[in-house]
């Protein structure tokens, strides 16, 4: 226990003795040296960290003396205080509750649906559901329809359960959240290799989960939804499916849950010439695993988040590693990114009580909702057109320093990578050793705007053909088309995709150009579930007021974090 406890992050494992003893001088002590929420973030001094570990070894001696004895219930107010230390700024009162919650014993029950009346079976069994989808979201929506028994049925277009982490195989292909966070709260993993795992590792989690909660019986995997119409007069979906054979077939359910995803929609550039090169060619998506990059001429179209892990992994063995960039991204360092796990980490994960559930608050905070007052629009900012506020430029600086760091003998390179939009105008990239890729003599970063593929290659505005035996297309996938390409019918026959762009333009299955006039007009709409959900009306009142104002990016970030 104590190699563990010198293992572990001291942060989180003064979070651990708080919850466990209710001791709150810790918090004092140790707040001026945090400040933020990552591990390297903590900067208590050495006396102070043995300390610690000291008074949590005994309270867990104590705490097996005793029979492992349930810590009284932490007052708002101290939960308040923890939140703040573990972060390192305050946070919002809004979020105890789901601290609370998430510090039971078995997140998943306590989050599991409670049916407020005895329900008659048979009413249970006709509220059947289909899910389109097995990935995380679909799994996930499945467990919970199991704990409720509710009966569903899953159906996957490919031939494993995993979705995103099923499909990618490109070299590199690893998460860009850590994994802690990156995994169910009720099915923690105490055995991740390292605190960012590779794709293998994701996928092969998935598929225990499908295994531990017997999902496979549900699923119908190898079969595609073609598209999907609500039947009015019967108060149900009919859904048209097709199987890898080319046999279709025709399910009925109450309820219809898309688990999609939008990483799934491989979307190739739109370049002339593109299927005239004569060598192999596939996006990142869709790569071939027999294909041998080892002394060849390699063509990369893309810097996105598949382009900076590909990269890396093929330079060291290519010939030459031509990059072709239409715009660069903002790219952060993160000394946890290529760390493995050690085993007293994974000892204090398993078996400290409370540790792992407040690393994974922290982790949540340093990536998801700690980011959001980055990415609101300050209309009296001097400098929009760099940032958006004080704390955007403050993100933007400490980027472009690093940056900066990695490539001082290379001006030639800097004036290519650094963005001229503000930070969070497109995805933050982990930086996975790309600057020092860039320096490689066998590596070139082009920025000259693309004219044409050429049978040899890559031909570049100014006249230049780059020659290749091989190209990738690390280009992203369709994300602005939602539930593509599918078609979904809704009352009256109205397709889905007529409200608009190809874009999630719904909440609560409104419009949003609707929710203004829904508030104003006759609420009996959303009566029928406002019942269950008492802060419904507003939650849709602060969605209709920033859909009205949603032409700034601070706006459009806050009502798709209502959404969410």
């Not at 989808?133 to 704990?147: F, K, N, V």
């Not at 077939?249 to 002339?272: C, F, M, W, Y």
């Not at 030459?320 to 990114?337: E, G, K, T």
């Not at 860039?438 to 053909?465: H, Q, S, Y």
Request: a neutral charge; one cysteine or more.
């Amino acid at each position: 226990m104590r190699r563990a406890l010198e293992a572990a992050d001291p942060a989180t494992l003064l979070l651990a003795l708080v919850q466990l003893t209710g001791e709150r001088h810790w918090l004092e002590a140790a707040k001026p040296f945090i400040r933020g929420p990552m591990n390297y973030q903590e900067f208590m001094p050495e006396p102070l960290r043995a300390s610690i570990r000291d008074r949590l070894s005994d309270a867990l001696a104590e705490r097996t003396r005793t029979g492992g004895a349930v810590p009284r219930r932490t007052d708002d107010a101290l939960l308040r205080e923890m939140m703040a230390v573990a972060t390192g700024e305050p946070v919002p009162d809004d979020y105890i509750a789901m601290m609370r919650e998430d510090l039971t014993d078995d997140s998943l029950p306590s989050r599991s649906l409670k049916w407020r009346l005895p329900l008659d079976a048979a009413a249970l069994q006709s509220a059947d559901v289909v899910i389109i989808g097995a990935g995380m979201s679909g799994l996930y929506a499945a467990i919970q329809l199991r704990e409720a028994g509710i009966p569903f049925v899953i159906i996957e277009k490919n031939d494993a359960v995993g979705g995103t982490w099923y499909e990618n195989i490109y070299p590199g292909c690893r998460v860009d959240t850590p994994n802690h966070f990156y995994s169910y709260a009720f099915e923690p993993n105490h055995d991740w290799s390292h605190f960012f795992a590779k794709r293998d590792e994701l996928w092969n989690y998935f598929e225990r989960v499908a295994d531990k909660y017997d999902l496979r019986k549900h699923i119908r995997l190898g079969t595609e939804v073609l598209d999907a119409r609500y039947d009015e007069d019967a108060a149900n979906w009919r859904i048209t499916a097709q199987g890898a054979d080319g046999t279709q077939l025709e399910l009925t359910a109450r309820v219809l849950v898309s688990a999609v995803g939008v990483l799934n929609r491989p979307k190739l550039p739109d370049i002339p010439g593109l299927q005239s090169f004569a060598g192999p060619a596939f996006h990142t998506a869709q790569w071939d695993r027999n294909f041998d990059w080892c002394g060849k001429r390699v063509a990369m179209i893309g810097t996105g988040a598949s382009g900076h892990q590909v990269g890396p992994s093929i330079a060291p063995d290519v010939a030459r590693l031509m990059i072709f960039q239409r715009s660069p991204h903002w790219v952060v360092p993160n000394p946890n990114y290529h760390e493995g796990v050690s085993a007293g980490k994974k000892w204090a994960l398993a078996n400290i009580p409370f540790y792992l559930r407040w690393y994974r608050f922290q982790l949540f905070w340093g990536f998801a909702d700690g980011l959001h007052a980055a990415l609101q629009v300050d209309p009296d900012w001097p400098h929009p057109k760099r940032s958006l506020n004080a704390l955007n430029e403050k993100h933007r600086l400490f980027m472009e320093r690093h940056i900066r760091n990695e490539l001082s003998d290379r001006p030639d390179l800097l004036e290519k990578v650094i963005p001229d939009y503000p930070a969070y105008g497109k995805r933050i990239l982990i930086d996975n050793h790309w600057f020092r890729m860039l320096k490689r003599p066998n590596v070139d970063l082009v920025t000259d705007p693309i004219d044409a593929i050429v049978p040899e290659g890559v031909r570049t505005r100014d006249g230049r053909v780059w020659l290749a035996d091989a190209m990738v297309f690390a280009t992203g996938f369709k994300v602005s088309k939602m539930l593509h390409p599918m078609t979904i019918r809704g009352r009256d026959g109205r397709e889905l995709h007529d409200w608009g762009a190809d874009d999630a333009k719904a909440y609560l299955g409104h419009h949003r150009s609707r929710l203004s006039q829904l508030l104003h007009a006759d609420r009996t709409e959303y009566r029928t579930c406002a019942w269950r959900q008492p802060d419904l009306h507003d939650r849709m009142q602060r969605a209709a007021h920033d859909a009205g104002v949603a032409r700034t990016a601070g706006a459009r970030a806050s009502f798709d974090r209502v959404q969410a």
